[in-house]
């Protein structure tokens, strides 16, 4: 019952994987193609991949950055790992969210280059 993982028709487990990366200051365009090709990269390989840019009213909330972060940490903690794109060592909403997977004992899968 508090299996957070997804099923398919054979019962194979599909895991749930939280996407993390840069989006304060990265051009909107270009933070929701990063993130949509991460969640493709995901869903390619059987994974159901959590994304931000598709919640909080993305781009134009009104929300704070410190509300923004708060939800995204509940969406991560029903995640079974955090999938790291690149540039989230310059991203303190990225970097925190690492921070809290790994303290949780998530995987953490970094994007390759």
């Known amino acids: 019952m508090g299996d957070t993982s997804s099923e398919v028709d054979e019962g194979i ?4 994987v939280y996407i993390s ?27 159901v991949g959590l994304n931000p840019t ?6 134009y909330s009104e929300m704070t950055w410190s509300a ?7 969406q991560l903690l029903l995640a079974d790992r955090i999938y ?3 540039g989230w060592q310059e991203s303190r909403g990225a970097t925190l ?17």
Do not use: Q
């Open 68 to 74: 923004c972060l708060r939800h995204d940490i509940r």
């Open 54 to 59: 598709r919640w909080n009213g993305y781009p």
């Open 97 to 113: 969210e690492r921070f809290v997977a790994a303290s949780v004992g998530m995987e953490v899968e970094y994007e390759r280059a």
């Open 13 to 16: 487990r599909r895991m749930i």
């Open 84 to 86: 790291m794109c690149r």
């Open 21 to 47: 990366g840069p989006m304060t200051g990265v051009p909107v365009g270009t933070c929701i193609r990063r993130f949509r090709e991460a969640e493709k990269f995901l869903a390619d390989r059987g994974d």
